[in-house]
Structures are given as C-alpha cells and as structure tokens.
C-alpha cells in the first residue's frame, strides 16, 4: 500500500537542529515535499526536490525511500506541524501528492 | 500574491445538513485537489482533478461526499448528509502538475463541525 510515514510528534530546545525523518513505501516516488502548517493557515511548501535541497534555515535530505527535513537553530515560533509528502512518477497519477500524517514539533526556550 | 481562497471559512451545522465548500484555485494551475484533515489520519486525499475532469475520488465516500467543478474558476466540495464524524478542516490545493515545477498550493482552509 503506498504509504507515508513520519513521527507523530518531535520535540527540542531552542538554538538546537531538529531533524525529523519520513520515509516511504510508494512505488515509483521520486519527489519530496515538505509543508509547515500553522493551524488556522494554509501549509506551505518549506522545501522540495529529488536531491539534497536547501531553503534558509531548512534543509532535506534525500534518499530513494527516505527523507529528512533538518531545521536549523530552530526557535519556539517553529512549533507547528510538518507533513512530508512524495510524489509519484506513475502515468495519470503524476502530480498527485502523498502525504505522512505530520509532526507535531515542540520547541522549549 | 496569487492565492488559493476557500468559503466559508467555519461552518458549524447539524447532522443530516448538506454542507457545500468552495474554492477558487490559482488562476492557470490546472490541478485542483481536495483534502480532509484529522488529528489521527493527517492530510487524506478526497479527490483531485486535472483541466477539470476528476482523476480519483477514490478517497470520498461515495454515498454522501461529491466534488466537481463546474468552471475552472471553481470547485466544490458536498456533503449530504452530513454527519458527526465529518467534522474536520477541508483543504483545496491547486498547482499545475508533476515534476520539477510541482508544488501544490494550500487554502486556509474550511472548518467543518457537525453537532
């Protein structure tokens, strides 16, 4: 079953890199998304590729079944949940997304 | 700053209601995508449509849940009946397809209680 999967919940102190892991079983993926959602706010796309990608203060790794998405001196405004997402390279289901359930991060000062 | 909006943006109504959501995607994205949001399943795919035709709906049950678009300004999202446990936050993505220059954009969102 094409799935995604990632820790329900991660937490740090504040200044530290946080890391949180997704990793997947959906066939012919090929693209990773990462989104940061505030409640009551649309997600946002944070980073995405099919390599090591930066934006800012986030990072992602990138591996064929895995990928992680590494926030630098992460600060409490940062506690929210992130929904990693891959998408598939499979005839009429190109550009559909699937995503992990998100983790929730919780920073402390 | 071209944006995905959605209405309304909270709706509290009673069982056995019909509940219809709109959005208006991005102007020139021609994939729309309908999401259910929930504390124990995350983002779940309802149903998603490209240049209008709906692709999989797959994730909608089918006897009460239906997504359309009748222009490519709108689409909608229907539940009839409704019931208590649709209540949830509905998502409305737009983007313009696969590969390199996919991303799909979020509204804010519809939240859905059902008392």
């Known amino acids: 079953k094409d799935q995604v999967f990632q820790p329900s919940t991660v937490a740090s102190s504040e200044g530290a890199v946080v890391e949180i892991f997704c990793n997947h079983s959906v066939s012919n993926a090929y693209n990773f998304f990462w989104y940061l959602h505030f409640p009551g706010c649309a997600p946002r796309l944070l980073v995405k590729g099919s390599k090591p990608s930066q934006q800012g203060r986030y990072n992602m790794t990138y591996e064929r079944f895995s990928s992680s998405l590494l926030i630098l001196q992460v600060r409490e405004a940062d506690a929210a949940v992130y929904y990693c997402a891959c998408e598939v390279d499979r005839g009429s289901t190109l550009g559909r997304l699937y995503f992990g359930r998100g983790t929730q991060l919780t920073v402390w000062p | 700053d071209a944006r995905v909006t959605q209405t309304p943006r909270d709706k509290v109504t009673e069982m056995g209601q019909e509940v219809t959501m709109r959005c208006q995607p991005i102007?020139?994205?021609?994939?729309v995508f309908w999401y259910r949001q929930t504390m124990m399943q995350g983002l779940e795919l309802l149903a998603y449509?490209?240049?209008?035709?709906?692709?999989?709906d797959s994730g909608m049950p089918k006897d009460r849940f239906s997504a359309e678009m009748p222009d490519a300004t709108l689409a909608t999202l229907k539940i009839q009946p409704s019931e208590p446990r649709d209540s949830a936050v509905y998502f409305c993505?737009?983007?313009?397809?696969?590969?390199?220059?996919?991303?799909?954009?979020f509204g804010p969102g519809t939240r859905l209680t059902v008392l």
């Open positions: 993505a737009s983007g313009r397809g696969q590969g390199v220059n996919n991303e799909q954009f």
């Open positions: 102007l020139g994205h021609n994939t």
């Open positions: 449509f490209r240049n209008r035709a709906p692709l999989d």
